[in-house]
């Protein structure tokens, strides 16, 4: 990772607006891309769900999949699995059309979560071990091998109804992992979860990327989204807004800097300074976005004269803004 | 008989042809071989948790219970209502005797003739209670009250008996021991039992037969509804649940929902069978008569029926179960999918009850939605001939291949649509 042609890849990006839109639909593939969809369309009645999304996710990253309510993520999941029929648009792995034997191989959690209800956890682990392969004896040492991971050990012979939510989205999780997926598509895996929860499945998803696995889920989280992902991918209206590495997305475009000067409450110093715009004036704090054309000292020495300089910082942007700004 | 020997041999021949076929001209593949091993693992999921649900036990109880009851009761009736003394209008020979006798000991009963002067003395003494029945110069069965369709007590069954053995004697006298002798023997007909007081407009000339087809029709109807019942909830089910998805995301829904009907058609079949295995097992411990002339293959019928009507019926009720997944919207299913069944199911039993198959009987033995209850009750006259009722499958077997293309696709297009109720129309839109 972050070898020449990465560098290359990603200085061949162009930018739009204040947020970086990719036009290379590879932006992710820092190394070899494993999950490929490449111009997917679908339109239920009057509405598009999704209008000619593509983008890659690369084997053995952890990829957060982002966008405001209704933007086409969970359709974009569900047609990974052939669960919703495309209008238009290929979905491949490692450069094969996917198929029902590849699909098998790949590990899903669903938005609305589902478990045969009165039927016994492990007992339900193993029956879904087996519809994706595994042998009996695989299934049960997978099953009981995940319940322990998850700590839900004491729980195999309980019916799935008698868990609490937490609990059941715990064995959801196992059942998605029971396998040994190549692909992970987890749909929403942190909603209701508590802090502890959030913590066992981001330690299971780093694990699962590091073992190789190409691991997509899709968050309203975005904390935890940007603590989890390397990468992200945002989209809305079903269509690519931003994909890339976390770290890149935050630290390109445009610079953004916060000065403070002692006994200055105010941003008048910066009067009359061209290619600079003004985000927020509080506490003391002036948070400005420089254009591409200005250099930093200038703003230094201007601060300098102004008073005595308490803090010159270049801002990291949040996730958060981020998506803010892309969906807005 | 005549029909269910030619229609066995067939299908073992069929099967083995079928075998031969798989073995010699296609070589097991894996990728047939993975979808039978998912279609494997539904099926034995659904039977194992059918076998331990509470339902399946309450309910396979209660049936046996009312098998029971249906069956000992008639007995106990019976055995107050023993037929003793027969009289006899007309000359009493050896031959008349010992029909009466064999007919007689058939059921368990022995009896004992008496000369009857005329026709009104014979019903004068039925009436008084000095006889049980009458025969009227050998041409005739005379009894104090009709007989109910469902009475199986060993008295009515003898009434039966004897009516149908003096017909088949009154036949191989017709005869006369001409060159027509096997003719005449093949169209006997069971000679009409009258009733002194009438009865309800329903013939008393039921063969015992009959009595099998209509619990026979019975017994299907209720265990057609009940494992309908299963599948609709069970497919519907999944959807509420949202296991769905899961599901779907490793197997194909086609394996989904063969699996589905397969493992509870399975569990159904277990059931028919345990509780018809009872039926016969009860009925000869207690003497019941249920058994008795050819109702071994009505039986048989039943059973072949009650699987081509799950077969035929599975598939529309998997269809519809994949359209609902609330309680509330069950109701406004159940009722016109049930139509057609209880339709059958009504004209069964009324034509069983009429003493003779109706030309719309005939017609409704013919149709995949009514043949189920209306072919056993045909069978039970003795109305059908083994090709007639070949054919009856064969249609059935024809038009469940049909159903279950268009249940698939159904299934398909509307087991991940979430929310109201899917209409056909958004289906096939």
Avoid at chain 1, 162 to 170: D, E, I, K, P, V
Avoid at chain 1, 255 to 260: F, I, P, T
Avoid at chain 2, 164 to 175: C, H, Q, S, V
Wanted: hydrophobic share 45%; with cysteine; charged share 20%.
């Amino acid at each position: 990772m972050g070898g020449v042609g990465d560098v290359e890849r990603r200085q061949s990006l162009t930018y739009d607006h204040r947020i970086t839109r990719f036009q290379d639909p590879s932006i992710l593939g820092l190394v070899a891309p494993a999950l490929q969809l490449e111009d997917l369309s679908r339109r239920f009645g009057e509405r598009v769900a999704l209008d000619h999304l593509s983008f890659e996710v690369a084997a053995g990253q952890v990829v957060g999949f982002l966008g405001p309510n209704g933007a086409g993520k969970t359709t974009t999941m569900r047609a990974i699995f052939d669960l919703t029929d495309l209008d238009s648009g290929t979905i491949t792995w490692s450069g094969t059309a996917v198929d029902q034997a590849q699909r098998r191989r790949f590990g899903y959690m669903p938005e609305e979560r589902g478990l045969y209800p009165s039927m016994l956890v492990g007992e339900q682990l193993q029956y879904l071990g087996k519809l994706h392969g595994l042998s009996p004896r695989v299934a049960a040492s997978a099953t009981a091998t995940w319940l322990e991971r998850l700590g839900l050990a004491d729980r195999a012979d309980s019916k799935v109804e008698s868990l609490s939510h937490g609990n059941q989205q715990r064995v959801q999780l196992a059942a998605a992992l029971l396998h040994g997926p190549e692909l992970l598509i987890l749909d929403e895996p942190l909603a209701g979860l508590d802090p502890s929860g959030i913590d066992v499945i981001g330690d299971v998803l780093a694990e699962q990327a590091r073992a190789g696995c190409c691991v997509l889920f899709s968050s309203h989280q975005l904390d935890q989204v940007e603590d989890l992902c390397e990468s992200v991918v945002i989209i809305d209206h079903g269509h690519l807004v931003v994909a890339g590495r976390v770290d890149d997305l935050a630290t390109s475009g445009p610079r953004r800097l916060v000065v403070r000067i002692e006994g200055e409450r105010s941003a008048s110093w910066l009067d009359g300074v061209a290619g600079i715009e003004i985000s927020e004036v509080r506490g003391g704090d002036v948070r400005l976005v420089l254009d591409a054309t200005v250099d930093s000292n200038t703003i230094l020495e201007l601060a300098r004269k102004t008073g005595r300089v308490t803090k010159f910082v270049f801002e990291r942007r949040r996730l958060s803004e981020l998506f803010r700004e892309a969906v807005a | 008989m005549k029909f269910i020997v030619p229609a066995l041999v067939l299908i073992v021949l069929a099967a083995r042809l079928r075998r031969r076929r798989r073995t010699t001209v296609r070589a097991p593949h894996a990728k047939s071989d993975r979808l039978r091993g998912d279609v494997t693992l539904v099926m034995a999921r659904e039977v194992r948790e059918r076998f331990r649900g509470r339902v399946f036990k309450v309910t396979t109880l209660f049936v046996l219970l009312v098998v029971a009851a249906a069956i000992i009761i008639p007995v106990l009736r019976g055995g107050k209502t023993k037929i003793e003394t027969i009289g006899i209008v007309g000359a009493s020979t050896s031959a008349l005797r010992a029909t009466v006798a064999s007919s007689a000991a058939t059921v368990g009963l022995s009896v004992h003739l008496v000369s009857e002067s005329s026709i009104d003395a014979a019903k004068s003494d039925l009436g008084a209670g000095r006889i049980n029945a009458a025969i009227v110069n050998n041409r005739a069965v005379l009894i104090q009250s009709s007989l109910a369709p469902t009475d199986i007590s060993s008295g009515a069954q003898f009434v039966r008996t004897l009516a149908e053995n003096l017909g088949i004697a009154k036949a191989f006298r017709d005869a006369n021991l001409s060159s027509s002798q096997y003719e005449t023997i093949t169209h006997a007909r069971t000679l009409p039992i009258t009733s002194v007081q009438p009865g309800s407009g329903r013939s008393s000339g039921r063969s015992p037969t009959q009595g099998t087809s209509v619990i026979g029709t019975v017994l299907i109807f209720v265990m057609l509804s009940q494992y309908n019942t299963w599948i609709l909830m069970g497919v519907m089910e999944v959807k509420s649940s949202r296991v769905i998805e899961v599901l779907l995301s490793a197997v194909r829904p086609i394996q989904l929902l063969t699996g589905k009907v397969l493992g509870i058609g399975i569990v159904a079949l277990a059931q028919a069978s345990l509780i018809v295995a009872f039926a016969l097992a009860l009925s000869k411990a207690v003497g019941s008569n249920l058994l008795h002339g050819s109702a071994p293959f009505v039986v048989v019928s039943t059973l072949v029926w009650l699987v081509l009507g799950y077969s035929f019926y599975c598939w529309v009720y998997a269809a519809a179960g994949s359209m609902i997944e609330r309680q509330d919207q069950v109701q406004s299913l159940v009722l016109p999918l049930s139509l057609p069944m209880i339709f059958g199911y009504i004209m069964a039993l009324t034509g069983a009850s009429s003493g003779s198959p109706s030309l719309l009987l005939k017609v409704l033995a013919f149709l995949p939605p009514t043949a189920p209850f209306t072919m056993p009750v045909l069978v039970g006259f003795g109305a059908v001939t083994w090709w007639a009722f070949l054919v009856s499958a064969a249609i059935s077997v024809l038009c469940t291949v049909g159903i279950a293309r268009l249940a698939a696709t159904v299934y398909r297009r509307a087991i991940l649509r979430t929310g109201s109720r899917v209409r056909l129309r958004e289906v096939f839109n």
